[in-house]
């Protein structure tokens, strides 16, 4: 049982370089999210989406963009990047509603904005 | 704005002692979850909290939901070293999207 699967553990980019966060699921699952954790702030929504073909920003879009091709990947990615995007990225798949509703998280990746 | 605070952000007592941590907002959510964290891993659910009042038990935890359905606290009786982690709360804002609240770290010393 791989799970959520987040590539690569870790990633030091100069402050204009792109790059891709990957995340795969084999769960099946239609939803999916991106968060990233700072000291003191708890996890905040990056963008999410219910479905394959289907995505939608969350509280701190600016600067990622994010698609949903297959049910299976959600891969976000940095256009441009910048001191302020070091943090600790996590992405989610989750099936359920209320009580039954049920997120599972990758191991998350380190990244540094030099 | 943090639509969810935790209080307190930092506790560390003595194995055997009992704790409580808080998770307050001015809005109303249609589940609230708690979660625990260790170290270079991510958030692992503990338990959902659904209907006004309720209380659920897990071994030592106690999770309960406020009336209103806007706060919701967790106990530890007889604190384990095992318990040392980060533990967060995160409130149901619909189609999946959480709101975090900025976690509390514990630490339980032997």
Request: proline share 4%; hydrophobic share 30%.
């Amino acid at each position: 049982n791989a799970g959520v699967t987040q590539t690569p553990k870790f990633q030091v980019l100069k402050t204009g370089q792109s790059m891709t966060l990957q995340c795969a699921q084999d769960m099946n699952h239609e939803y999916m999210s991106w968060y990233r954790q700072d000291p003191g702030m708890g996890l905040r929504l990056i963008h999410y989406s219910v479905g394959a073909g289907i995505t939608d920003q969350g509280e701190v879009p600016n600067g990622y963009n994010v698609s949903r091709s297959t049910t299976e990947d959600f891969p976000l990615r940095l256009l441009s990047a910048a001191p302020s995007q070091t943090s600790v990225y996590f992405c989610a798949s989750s099936y359920g509603q209320g009580a039954n509703e049920k997120l599972f998280f990758g191991s998350g990746t380190q990244l540094s904005v030099l | 704005t943090q639509l969810l605070e935790q209080s307190p952000q930092f506790l560390s007592i003595q194995e055997g002692e009992n704790l409580t941590v808080y998770c307050n907002s001015s809005s109303v959510f249609s589940s609230l979850q708690w979660y625990r964290q260790e170290p270079g891993e991510g958030p692992v659910l503990l338990v959902t909290v659904v209907t006004g009042g309720e209380v659920k038990k897990l071994k030592r935890l106690t999770f309960q939901f406020g009336d209103a359905r806007k706060d919701s606290s967790l106990h530890i009786t007889a604190a384990q070293p095992g318990d040392t982690g980060l533990y967060l709360c995160a409130g149901n804002q619909g189609a999946q999207k959480l709101v975090f609240g900025q976690g509390t770290r514990l630490t339980i010393n032997p």
